[in-house]
């Protein structure tokens, strides 16, 4: 009897001291593993070709016209020709375009076109523009395009100067003087305005499409914007899906005229350089 019990309270021991000892060795496993499984993905770069989208073109009415009323003597609109921004799209590694307010050398509010790659950095540009000023900035940019006013699409005298050729490579010194000009006057405003090339493509796309007009705008929070509408060789708005299906191809629509939304803003979506 005394050895049964004996080796009943070994093996209790037995049993328990393997327990106590498992336990042991278990746990340092789970604590090595857990910051591994907690540890962040990477964050996605919100420089993305899929940025911007069609809006209705009566929220469009509704931001250009609040802008202008608050801003009546104030440039309303850029336009670029479709080469243009085909050639800015061409580039390697071309996520999108940057719109970024400048002042040109005379003063006058302009916008400059820099193409981004998918973290928001400048592509390169053509070095030749910049020998003359033996500059290093060396990126792609691109001129003001035809300004609003004087320039609008409804009260030009010859249409015809909203074609597709206009627009222009600038070096890079230029693009940086005009764009910092613009900061320095205006500090803390409104600095940039992001598309993706998708949202191009389907400004480009529309039938007859010349180029693209780029209008300030107010949205419904009172910020400042810009909505993309491409226009004809006429100046004139070009329909929606909508207006297409339902049989208008000849003239400008009144309302149901294709526009592209404001994109990513800077402040505070900037890009790094």
Known sequence: MYINRFERWALIC???????????????????????????????????????AAIPSEITLQWTEAYQRRYPSEVRSH??????????????????????????????????????????????????????TNSTTGFFSVDSGIICPPNCPKELSD???????????????????WVDAYQKRNPGEVRSHFFGRDAF?????RPGCEGVSMQRAI??????????VPLDRKGELLPDDEALAAGLVDGEPETGFFTVDTGLVCPPHCPPN
């Open 219 to 228: 949205d419904d929070k009172g910020r400042q914007t810009l909505v993309l």
């Open 14 to 52: 037995f049993l328990v001291a393997a327990v106590d000892g498992c336990t042991k060795v278990s746990t340092p496993d789970i604590e090595e593993d857990t910051p591994e499984a907690a540890s962040p993905g990477t964050v996605p770069s919100p420089f993305h070709r899929a940025v911007g």
């Open 79 to 132: 336009f670029f020709g479709r080469d243009v921004l085909e050639l800015l799209l061409s580039l390697p590694d071309c996520e999108g375009i940057s719109l970024q307010r400048g002042l040109n050398d005379a003063g006058e509010a302009v916008l400059v076109l820099v193409p981004l790659d998918h973290e928001g950095r400048r592509l390169p540009g053509d070095a030749s523009l910049d020998a003359v």
């Open 159 to 177: 249409a015809s100067l909203l074609n597709r050729t206009v627009g222009a490579p600038i070096s890079g010194s230029t693009a940086l003087r």
């Open 201 to 205: 493509d389907a400004l480009l796309s």
